[in-house]
Antibody, heavy 122, light 114 residues
Framework: EVQLLESGGGLVQPGGSLRLSCAAS????????MSWVRQAPGKGLEWVSA????????YYADSVKGRFTISRDNSKNTLYLQMNSLRAEDTAVYYC???????????????WGQGTLVTVSS | DIVMTQSPDSLAVSLGERATINCKSS????????????LAWYQQKPGQPPKLLIY???TRESGVPDRFSGSGSGTDFTLTISSLQAEDVAVYYC??????????FGPGTKVDIK
């Protein structure tokens, strides 16, 4: 059974940093691209970042480019999102999501984690 | 960037009646080389993560009830719930995965019981 478990969320001051983790199980982690998708309170879904299975290719939404860094440790089956220079508008539930098709990065998402809440406030 | 729009913003349908949600992309998401539309639909219930319903515009995900169907091509797509059940109350999102530098979602359509 595929499981994705996010952690690392919390309250952080504007300008601060946070690192999110997503522990994956139930599939061959290194063979699938992964993404982070966020949802501000009461709002819709916004894709944040994606990474290929090998970790060699990464992509970002313009809203986070230069501030967030996606990475993965395939030996630990874990996805990360390092978030720096956080702003109030980064407040959201952050979900990790698995690409549905083997190797393909630009693909729909077949599994999502439960999410972790990041609140940026002074 | 491909912009996704949805209509209506919300709708209320009687139990057992049909619900229809529309999704439009700012440019075609039909890839001519394989004739596939790079369009997915997700259902999100309160307090839960999104759940995949439909991919390639019309392929139902395993385990999704057959009252859910997707149609359309190019820039115009529809999600239909043929006979609304109480458990279908949710927000529904379309998503394009045609672009090779970002994913975009529609703003969502909230479905309620009338």
């Amino acid at each position: 059974e595929v499981q994705l478990l996010e952690s690392g969320g919390g309250l952080v001051q504007p300008g601060g940093s946070l690192r999110l983790s997503c522990a994956a199980s139930g599939f061959t982690f290194s063979s699938y691209a992964m993404s982070w998708v966020r949802q501000a309170p009461g709002k819709g879904l916004e894709w944040v970042s994606a990474i290929s299975g090998s970790g060699g290719s990464t992509y970002y939404a313009d809203s986070v480019k230069g501030r967030f860094t996606i990475s993965r440790d395939n030996s630990k089956n874990t996805l990360y999102l390092q978030m720096n220079s956080l702003r109030a508008e980064d407040t959201a539930v952050y979900y990790c999501a698995k690409a549905a098709e083997w190797i393909q990065l630009w693909c729909y998402f077949d599994y999502w984690g439960q999410g972790t809440l990041v609140t940026v406030s002074s | 960037d491909i912009v996704m729009t949805q209509s209506p913003d919300s709708l209320a349908v009687s139990l057992g009646e049909r619900a229809t949600i529309n999704c439009k992309s700012s440019q075609s998401v039909l890839y001519s080389s394989n004739n596939k539309n790079y369009l997915a639909w997700y259902q999100q219930k309160p307090g839960q993560p999104p759940k995949l319903l439909i991919y390639w515009a019309s392929t139902r995900e395993s385990g999704v009830p057959d009252r859910f169907s997707g149609s359309g091509s190019g820039t115009d797509f529809t999600l239909t719930i043929s006979s609304l059940q109480a458990e279908d109350v949710a927000v529904y999102y379309c998503q394009q995965y045609y672009s090779t530098h970002l994913f975009t979602f529609g703003p969502g359509t909230k479905v309620d019981i009338k």
